[in-house]
């Protein structure tokens, strides 16, 4: 007699409860990425130039770099979902700011 085989990790309803809930979470990061660099650049003393410049390379880099290793680290933990909703956040919150804009 074979075995079946199991699927040996998270649940289904685990994986989609953790995408669901950092979705959010990762589609803000940006933002606030962006509010802490401007800050701590302010605070260094650097004129407004400076403020946004920091402020927009902190976005980019956090932006981009956290859901990366999120997905990375969620399909070698054998998630589903937690990956597929890192991907889409970097594009989650200019999508809702753009319909916010339109309507």
Not at 27 to 38: D, H, M, R, S
Not at 62 to 85: F, K, T
Not at 93 to 101: G, H, W
């Amino acid at each position: 007699m074979t075995d079946t085989p199991v699927r040996l990790g998270p649940s289904d309803a685990q994986d989609a409860v953790l995408a669901v809930a950092l979705l959010p979470v990762l589609a803000a990061l940006p933002l606030g990425a962006f509010w802490l660099g401007a800050a701590v650049a302010e605070g260094f003393g650097s004129d407004s130039g400076g403020c946004v410049a920091y402020g927009a390379l902190c976005a980019l880099v956090i932006g981009w770099g956290v859901p990366v290793a999120v997905a990375v680290l969620g399909e070698r933990a054998d998630y589903r979902l937690l990956p597929i909703s890192a991907a889409v956040a970097p594009f989650a919150l200019p999508v809702v700011l753009c319909l916010a804009a339109l309507g």
